[in-house]
């Protein structure tokens, strides 16, 4: 075999290798290969053995000292045109939308506002350290084109769609069937599998309410023809929600039904929230595989409920976390897993489950665990420098602690300020220069 060369990265390494296993390195090594894949990822001993026998060459390398080398986070659930409505107090789910979301959405209408909001959203994705995510977008075919383009330029890895709906809402929001129809798959023509699979199309129809069951058959049957396409939407939110698709779809047997029957559920079918769930609505994931988004801190804001944390993972049911922008108020998914913390009232997770939940949990839930999610060889380079030293409440020796109080710290008092830079396949996409931590050869 040829003498492979590779750019190195020296630091702290830590990645969970599964939801019990966590993977530390002190004094760590990642190998980053010319496609940017992760060619090694162990300790720095074991890499120089390597390249003594000949087996790779070290073209270029960084010392990081003692800052730490991370998978970069996977956010499952989120709305990039509800980025700028972010805080916005509203009492419960239904009365939000009216009053913040439906208004904003209809912006997007307008091409050059949605470039504009796009590649502010995608900056600050990556300025959180998050290189995967799962987005809404809004109605409009020419918005979520857009948001492709940006995304396409940033080398993130993306599931995006554009949003259905033909009822139950707002008139300017509203769309014919064949329209949505046509326009969902004409963007996944186009888009889905791009770059070496690193942006994928979803269908997204927004959520029961607003779709009639001849659109989520129709729905139902592009997903039966492209089973490598995404399905994404909400579920079970709140008590409210619940009723009201009793009420829309009496003929089944629970809200995860009104999916299971139009054929919307699957291994590719991603459900945000899942909160207020029964027994036919466990039945009706398990059975099909579908995974969860669990997204707390937008639980919080909205009071909606607490998800069923041991429960899912009890049944083995596949989910991750998500920012829920803009019900959530911030991407960093440092904050994420804190509220994942907090919203349990009995309930203590330990910091490595949310950790897990956060990347590779994340990564398992979007069925893209084979390439990212973790610091293993053959996945893509999708990492973050954490620097702890750029916020002040973090005990100057925690890097020196045991694993379980490192990852501790970081969802307790981290956010977005300690992600010093992001990488995406081994490029630097968010971040300071590496230049004074160059190593000369
Ligand atoms: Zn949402």
């Known amino acids: 075999m040829a003498c492979q060369a590779i750019k190195t990265f020296y630091g702290h390494i830590i990645y969970a290798r599964d939801e019990k296993k966590l993977v530390?390195?002190?004094?760590?090594?990642?190998?980053?290969?010319?496609?940017?894949?992760?060619?090694?990822?162990?300790?720095?001993?074991?890499?120089?053995?390597?390249?003594k026998?000949?087996?790779?060459?070290?073209?270029?390398?960084?010392?990081?000292?003692?800052?730490?080398?991370?998978?970069?986070?996977?956010?499952?659930?989120?709305?990039?045109?509800?980025?700028?409505?972010?805080?916005?107090?509203?009492k419960h789910l239904l009365g939000w939308l009216e009053s913040f979301i439906f208004p904003e959405e209809a912006k997007f209408k307008d091409e050059k506002y949605a470039h504009k909001i796009s590649e502010w959203f995608f900056e600050e994705l990556l300025k959180n350290g998050t290189t995967t995510a799962n987005i809404f977008t809004t109605i409009h075919k020419q918005a979520c084109n857009a948001a492709f383009?940006?995304?396409?330029?940033?080398?993130?890895?993306?599931?995006?769609?554009?949003?259905?709906?033909?009822?139950?809402?707002?008139?300017?929001?509203?769309?014919?069937?064949?329209?949505?129809?046509?326009h969902s798959v004409e963007l996944m023509e186009k888009w889905h599998g791009h770059d070496n699979n690193r942006l994928l199309y979803a269908f997204i129809p927004r959520f029961a309410p607003s779709c009639t069951n001849d659109l989520l058959n129709q729905i139902?049957?592009?997903?039966?023809?492209?089973?490598?396409?995404?399905?994404?939407?909400?579920?079970?939110?709140?008590?409210?929600?619940?009723?009201?698709?009793?009420?829309?779809?009496?003929?089944?047997?629970?809200?995860?039904?009104?999916?299971?029957?139009?054929?919307?559920?699957?291994?590719?079918?991603?459900?945000?929230?899942?909160?207020?769930?029964?027994?036919?609505?466990?039945?009706?994931?398990?059975?099909?595989?579908?995974?969860?988004?669990?997204?707390?801190?937008?639980?919080?804001?909205?009071?909606?409920g607490a998800f069923a944390f041991a429960t899912c993972e009890k049944k083995q049911i596949r989910f991750g976390l998500g920012s829920d922008i803009g019900a959530g108020p911030q991407m960093s998914m440092f904050q994420v897993m804190k509220d994942g913390f907090y919203i349990q009232p009995d309930l203590w997770i330990e910091?490595?489950?949310?950790?897990?939940?956060?990347?590779?949990?994340?990564?398992?839930?979007?069925?893209?665990?084979?390439?990212?999610?973790?610091?293993?060889a053959g996945k893509d380079a999708d990492f973050i420098i954490v620097n702890t030293e750029r916020k002040s409440n973090i005990p100057a020796n925690i890097l020196q602690k045991e694993i379980d109080e490192i990852l501790s710290s970081l969802i307790f008092l981290g956010d977005d300020r300690i992600v010093e830079s992001t990488f995406v396949r081994g490029k630097c996409v968010f971040g300071a220069s590496l230049l004074n931590s160059l190593v000369s050869t």
Request: proline share 4%; net charge negative; hydrophobic share 35%.
């Open 351 to 376: 910091p490595a489950k949310l950790f897990y939940r956060a990347t590779l949990g994340g990564a398992k839930a979007l069925n893209l665990h084979e390439t990212t999610g973790s610091l293993e």
């Open 149 to 182: 383009e940006v995304a396409s330029k940033t080398g993130i890895k993306a599931v995006m769609g554009k949003v259905i709906m033909n009822r139950n809402c707002p008139d300017y929001l509203s769309e014919d069937s064949k329209d949505a129809i046509k």
């Open 53 to 90: 026998a000949g087996e790779c060459r070290i073209e270029e390398s960084f010392d990081l000292g003692e800052k730490l080398i991370l998978p970069g986070f996977v956010d499952t659930h989120l709305h990039l045109p509800q980025f700028g409505q972010t805080g916005k107090y509203g």
């Open 220 to 304: 139902g049957e592009q997903l039966k023809a492209n089973p490598s396409v995404y399905m994404h939407t909400h579920v079970s939110e709140s008590a409210a929600e619940v009723k009201w698709v009793q009420e829309l779809f009496p003929e089944a047997k629970s809200y995860t039904d009104v999916y299971a029957r139009a054929g919307l559920l699957g291994p590719k079918s991603v459900l945000a929230h899942a909160i207020h769930l029964n027994e036919h609505d466990y039945k009706a994931i398990c059975d099909t595989d579908s995974a969860l988004s669990h997204c707390p801190s937008s639980n919080f804001f909205l009071k909606s």
């Open 24 to 51: 530390e390195y002190k004094s760590g090594a990642l190998g980053v290969d010319q496609s940017g894949r992760i060619y090694f990822c162990g300790s720095r001993e074991d890499l120089d053995l390597e390249v």
